[in-house]
């Protein structure tokens, strides 16, 4: 009898990253850097139009185009070594006025944070532990809204096209399809009234261990995009396999085994042994606290 603990994979075997734009790299640092305790990666996208931010063994990519962020009404789920740690240093960066003037909100739930960052794309911050994950820091899962009574057909799409499991579950009320696409990595599709189901630019990047047949496969049905360097091809519609209808526009890049970026080791401060600067932000709100005395530079040349 299969183990439950260990489920099946398929096709799709590893989630890689979360792409979506931003229109501001200072602020994305701030965030993910400061607060979240990410690090960016210095070997790719690490030019003024892309940033790498590594997450475990994912990132995100937040290309810079100079246009607002688009809007995204889904969830990212990431696992974090220190729930406590991040909520302290986002409580004072937003106490510093660092995500003034942006939709920046966190609301705590136990185990797991509630984080709108402050390009409005929604986070929940799981302690590891809570859920099932291999590794103390990564990409757990991304959640999709979609439009009423389409779960069923999605859940098929990904059985029959894509050949990874997926089942047809209920997710706090909401009909959802639950596709596996990596050890313990899921996109969840969430049933859900919307004003809007644009996707936009925001992308997911997955490898599959059938990169040819698959592609074939998505041309076949009109839905592959384009290809790019290196074993990479994007598709951008969910389709009925049975009549190729059109169900929800999500775009994905697929890559194959054989793309550099595959296991490509990425640096992370994780597990850190001590609050990174903790010194030095200490001294400093001792001397902003104390009268008469400001942490201020100001310039005496005359």
């Known amino acids: 009898m299969a183990d439950p603990s260990f489920p099946e994979a398929g096709n799709l075997i590893h989630l890689e990253h979360v792409n979506f734009e931003v229109d501001d790299h200072d602020m994305a640092t701030v965030f993910f850097m400061a607060g979240l305790g990410l690090t960016r990666d210095p070997y790719k996208r690490a030019d003024e139009t892309n940033m790498g931010v590594n997450v475990g063994l994912q990132q995100f990519h937040l290309s810079r185009r100079g246009h607002p962020t688009p809007p995204f009404a889904g969830q990212i789920g990431l696992v974090v070594p220190d729930l406590d740690g991040i909520r302290d240093r986002l409580q004072r960066l937003q106490s510093l006025g660092k995500f003034d003037a942006t939709p920046y909100q966190m609301t705590e739930h136990g185990g797991s944070l509630s984080v709108i960052s402050p390009f409005g794309i929604a986070l929940n911050l799981h302690a590891v532990g809570t859920l099932p994950f291999l590794r103390p820091l990564g990409i757990a899962y991304v959640d999709v809204p979609v439009p009423p009574g389409s779960v069923d057909a999605i859940a098929a799409f990904y059985r029959q096209i894509m050949d990874c499991p997926a089942e047809v579950d209920e997710l706090e009320g909401e009909p959802t399809a639950v596709v596996t696409v990596g050890a313990y990595q ?83 401060r994780w597990p850190m042994e001590a609050e990174p600067f903790s010194d ?10 104390r009268p008469g005395l400001s942490t201020s530079r100001t310039d005496t040349k005359k």
């Open 186 to 268: 899921q996109l969840r599709y969430r049933e859900r009234l919307c004003e809007s189901y644009e996707t936009h630019s925001f992308h997911v990047a997955l490898y599959t261990t059938r990169y040819n047949a698959l592609r074939d496969t998505l041309i076949s049905h009109g839905s592959h995009m384009g290809d790019a360097l290196e074993q990479t091809f994007f598709f951008n519609q969910i389709l009925e396999p049975d009549t190729g209808a059109a169900i929800f526009k999500f775009q994905h890049e697929m890559r194959g085994l054989f793309h550099p970026d595959f296991m490509r080791p990425l640096i992370n």
């Open 280 to 289: 030095q932000a200490s001294l400093m709100a001792r001397l902003r606290d």
